[in-house]
């Protein structure tokens, strides 16, 4: 499985971004994929997922902001950013899980000015 995770950039707080990640290759069975991310001197930490029946998950820092879709059509899974905060800097992963075996994308970076 082959993530191409886009979308990053500068943005100003209270603005907006929308991540993309597509999946290709072997990607029959990928169930949960998801968006993760890392900030400068932290651990990499889950933003929300999505299963491929749609059930979602969200980490609390970001419920009533962000927004975790999937178009199982297309092996692509969004994360739509709203309200943006300077705290919400970070590089974002995209990841898929098939078979219990995980597999990540390159980052996109996502920096907040305030």
């Known amino acids: 499985v082959q993530l191409q995770a886009s979308g990053g950039g500068l943005v100003q707080a209270g603005g907006s971004l929308r991540l993309s990640c597509a999946a290709s290759g072997s990607i029959f069975s990928v169930n949960v994929m998801g968006w993760y991310r890392q900030a400068p001197g932290k651990l990499r930490e889950l933003v929300a997922d999505i299963a491929t029946g749609g059930t979602t998950n969200y980490a609390d820092s970001v419920k009533g902001r962000f927004t975790i879709s999937r178009d199982n059509a297309k092996n692509t899974v969004y994360l739509q950013m709203n309200s943006l905060k300077p705290e919400d800097t970070a590089v974002y992963y995209c990841?898929?899980?098939?078979?219990?075996?995980?597999?990540w994308g390159q980052g996109t970076l996502v920096t907040v000015s305030s």
């Open positions: 990841k898929a899980r098939r078979f219990g075996v995980e597999y």
